[in-house]
């Protein structure tokens, strides 16, 4: 009750305060506020002069200086300090891109908030986080709205389908304004259609293949290995296909989901490439003894989805002398068998990691694998890469958005356990090669792979999204 009160204050003198405002150039008292910068910065447009210009909310201790910009024609516009109000104000008297994101988990919907808050057009992160859970990893916490048992009793395992539509219902409930929501595939069609009726755009992230496409290859894969794969229900399965159908549009992080989804007959107009990032601050190379040991990592989940009983074969018939094979992730159990056949030839299983510790295993070893069968994109290669490290990948990984074949590591078809030996053991015998290409891998992760940049080519869609599509 308190809470509630504290927050209708909070918007009462925030009203107060902007409506008592004059236009610093007309004197105009005709002001309409189109966007709030962190509940502490109003950005307002004078409806008589056409002047855009940023004003504090209600801690003018705090913001007490004035920044202006005028648009009045195509090069009209005064040259005042910072914060630049292009970023939050648009082009020429356009209001402001204002972008819902609504993630049940995290995956990298706070890599995107925070990128979005960097340029000024975050309105909202809905997330099964805690709000200060969001804050930690950097998104503003007054643009936080959380519901977290939801997230509480994922993480005590009951993770369900009606824990998705808890929080998609929730969404829709809580979902009043805004240009553009983005929200996560399987867990977002209430409030899809709720974005619609307030005329707003749509986009729905899918980080791996079609869903259709992925039941169907992960199908096939569990029966090659004499297993039983259990599909995700029919009611889910329909349900992310409407999300599809009803979308402005989809964002895919690799060609290889792009593909899937045009083999379907999606429309390719629909579909936002947007391969992902990683931060240059927590990936990074770190001194190394001399000579590095030859250790090829994997991480990831340890499932036949990954492709790991290919490589354990891969490196077992391999054989070399003084070289290790480091596997990073939870093991499932249907790994357990094929694990137990090749244990201590080199082998070694860490299990699950924290992020904040992969730097420093990437660090410890000579080249990166991940084979995969299926897997929209692989946030571990850009970690691998930014850590120096020649990756080795299959086309159903996202690595050949990313990795220069040749270049900074090699691409490898999925299944194929002959191929995988021939890039290892070029690797193996040749450390300057290796070396070169781990260079290479780290520069291509510091100009083309940051979050930062993710975040820019992610912006540019949704404005090109807003003028082009219809909701």
Not at 228 to 256: C, G, K, M, R
Not at 419 to 432: F, G, M, Q, V, W
Request: aromatic share 10%; hydrophobic share 40%; net charge positive.
């Amino acid at each position: 009750m308190t809470q509630s009160l504290l927050v209708k204050a909070e918007f009462f003198l925030e009203a107060l305060t902007t409506q008592q405002r004059t236009c610093p150039h007309c004197h105009s008292t005709a002001l309409h506020t189109v966007a709030r910068k962190f509940r502490v910065v109003a950005v307002q447009n004078c409806q008589s002069c056409g002047l855009f210009f940023t004003s504090p909310v209600y801690r003018p201790l705090f913001f007490s200086n004035l920044y202006e910009k005028r648009y009045r024609g195509e090069g009209s516009t005064t040259n005042l300090p910072k914060p630049d109000l292009s970023a939050i104000a648009g082009d020429l008297g356009r209001k402001p891109l204002q972008v819902v994101v609504a993630v049940c988990g995290r995956f990298h919907g706070f890599q995107l908030a925070i990128a979005l808050q960097q340029h000024g057009v975050l309105h909202t992160l809905f997330t099964s986080y805690p709000a200060w859970g969001a804050s930690y990893f950097g998104v503003d916490r007054q643009r936080v709205r959380s519901l977290w048992p939801v997230e509480l009793t994922r993480r005590l395992g009951f993770r369900s389908a009606f824990g998705l539509q808890q929080f998609d219902a929730w969404v829709a409930r809580n979902l009043t304004e805004g240009d553009l929501l983005v929200g996560w595939a399987g867990g977002c069609l209430t409030s899809l259609q709720q974005a619609q009726r307030l005329g707003m755009k749509t986009v729905v992230e899918r980080s791996s293949s079609h869903i259709q496409h992925q039941m169907a290859i992960l199908t096939e894969e569990y029966a090659r290995w004499g297993l039983h794969f259990e599909p995700n229900s029919p009611q889910a399965i329909d349900q992310e296909l409407q999300e599809y159908a009803q979308t402005t549009a989809i964002a895919v992080p690799s060609e290889f989901v792009r593909q899937t989804f045009l083999a379907k007959g999606y429309p390719a107009h629909k579909l936002l490439y947007l391969p992902l990032g990683v931060s240059l601050q927590n990936f990074y190379p770190e001194p190394r003894p001399e000579p590095v040991p030859f250790r090829v990592m994997f991480c990831g989940n340890l499932s036949l989805q990954k492709g790991i009983p290919y490589l354990l074969q891969a490196f077992s018939e391999l054989n070399l002398p003084r070289a290790e094979l480091w596997l990073v992730g939870k093991v499932l159990p249907e790994i357990r068998p094929f694990l137990a056949r090749v244990a201590g030839q080199g082998l070694r299983v860490w299990g699950k990691r924290p992020q904040s510790q992969l730097r420093t295993l990437y660090n410890q070893c000579a080249v990166f694998c991940l084979p995969s069968v299926q897997d929209g994109f692989g946030a571990v290669i850009p970690q691998a890469m930014a850590c120096g490290l020649p990756v080795i990948h299959t086309p159903h990984t996202g690595g050949p958005d990313v990795v220069r074949d040749g270049v900074d590591g090699f691409c490898v078809p999925i299944r194929d356990v002959e191929a995988l030996k021939e890039k290892i053991l070029y690797l193996y015998e040749n450390p300057d090669v290796r070396q070169a290409m781990g260079q290479n891998a780290r520069q291509r992760a510091q100009t083309a792979l940051s979050w930062e940049q993710y975040g820019e080519r992610a912006i540019a869609a949704y404005q090109q999204l807003l003028t082009t599509a219809a909701p």
